[in-house]
Nanobody
Framework: QVQLVESGGGLVQAGGSLRLSCAAS????????MGWYRQVPGKQRDLVAI???????NYATSMKGRFTISRDNAKHTVYLQMNSLKPEDTAVYYC??????????WGQGTQVTVSS
């Protein structure tokens, strides 16, 4: 079993920054992809960014240039640095990890609210 603990969400003014963290623990041999999704009420959960074990990244178009995903493999932790935040970035952000041989695990979600 794998547990994910997210942190770093909160309230910020437009133009501000936040850094999300998601630490995985438990029965982990190796983690393949790690990433972040977000969801607003009544809508589907959408991709924010993904990072592979080799460090290759993929971002949703609207996040390119503003968000940066990174990971610390030794700590089984993925980060999301969010800059130039906009009110439309308000959502619950979920981390996801793909554990080799076990499948994907999701975090509990952390609320990010950007005020105008």
């Amino acid at each position: 079993q794998v547990q994910l603990v997210e942190s770093g969400g909160g309230l910020v003014q437009a133009g501000g920054s936040l850094r999300l963290s998601c630490a995985a623990s438990g029965s982990i041999f190796s983690i393949n992809e790690m990433g972040w999704y977000r969801q607003v009420p009544g809508k589907q959960r959408d991709l924010v960014a993904i990072i592979t074990s080799g460090g290759r990244t993929n971002y949703a178009t609207s996040m390119k240039g503003r968000f940066t995903i990174s990971r610390d493999n030794a700590k089984h932790t993925v980060y999301l640095q969010m800059n130039s935040l906009k009110p439309e970035d308000t959502a619950v952000y979920y981390c996801v990890v793909l554990v080799d041989g076990q499948g994907d695990y999701w975090g509990q979600g952390t609320q990010v609210t950007v005020s105008s």
